[in-house]
């Protein structure tokens, strides 16, 4: 069964623009998770999408959202990008959106570059 | 305010001998534990999780303890092997509603000297 992809692997961009990351999940998982990791805050949750519904939401500026399609397909969107922007961006897919016993796994990450 | 803590950013085994890698955590609302390795430049990989009604969870060379009491968990790996040369999260998550919201930890390098 093929695992979590994400696209692109790297993107360089310049502070001020926006940048769209996108996560497939595993086939038969619906619910989608987004994770940043920096070398200064280590990996911190952003938010959560579940049947196309934003679930859960970490402590980040409005300036990320993100959205989930029918198909579970999620894409994640920064805008007005800073250069603390700059990270390793995560996603994660597990099957349902309720028991904690429900493991996630992560795909290989976007690079995001802010230059 | 971090919630889930490893103390130790760095350690070193020997190749045959037991890895011990801790974490402590100060939120008694988790219910769920996990452990990913991480290679630089790709995502976590699940190695093994334990329910808070356990205490123990064994697979293969890992095995994870849970000390609610102590809000402690550690993951042995025995025995170590080179290939488990890798940066290790301790993650925890809390009931229904947040179960997918993941805490983690800073990680721990682990290096197996051959």
């Known amino acids: 069964k093929a695992g979590v992809t994400q696209t692109p692997r790297y993107l360089i961009k310049t502070r001020g623009q926006q940048v769209t990351l996108s996560c497939s999940p595993i086939?038969?998982?619906?619910?989608v998770s987004w994770y940043q990791q920096t070398p200064g805050q280590g990996l911190q949750f952003l938010f959560e999408?579940?049947?196309?519904?934003?679930?859960n939401k970490g402590n980040f500026p409005g300036r990320f959202s993100g959205r989930q399609f029918s198909n579970s397909r999620s894409e994640m969107n920064v805008s007005t990008l800073e250069l603390g922007d700059s990270a390793l961006y995560l996603c994660?897919?597990?099957?349902?959106?309720?028991?904690?016993?429900?493991?996630?796994?992560f795909g290989p990450g976007t690079r995001l570059t802010v230059l | 305010d971090q919630q889930v803590k490893q103390n130790s950013p760095s350690l070193s085994v020997q190749e045959g001998r037991i890895s011990i890698l801790n974490c402590d955590y100060t939120?008694?609302?988790?219910?769920?534990f996990l452990w990913y390795k991480k290679y630089p430049a790709e995502g976590p990989t699940f190695l093994i999780s334990?329910?808070?009604?356990?205490d123990k969870n064994e697979d293969g060379r890992f095995t994870v303890f849970l000390n609610k009491s102590a809000k402690h968990l550690s993951l042995h790996i025995v025995p170590s092997q080179p290939g488990d040369s890798a940066v290790y999260f301790c993650?925890?998550?809390?009931?229904?509603?947040?179960?997918?919201?993941?805490?983690f930890g800073q990680g721990t390098r682990l290096t197996i000297n051959p």
């Open positions: 994660a897919s597990s099957r349902t959106s309720g028991g904690s016993t429900d493991t996630q796994y």
């Open positions: 086939s038969g998982h619906r619910s």
């Open positions: 999408y579940f049947s196309e519904t934003q679930r």
């Open positions: 939120n008694s609302m988790f219910d769920y």
């Open positions: 334990i329910s808070s009604i356990k």
């Open positions: 993650a925890a998550s809390r009931g229904y509603q947040g179960a997918q919201k993941l805490v």
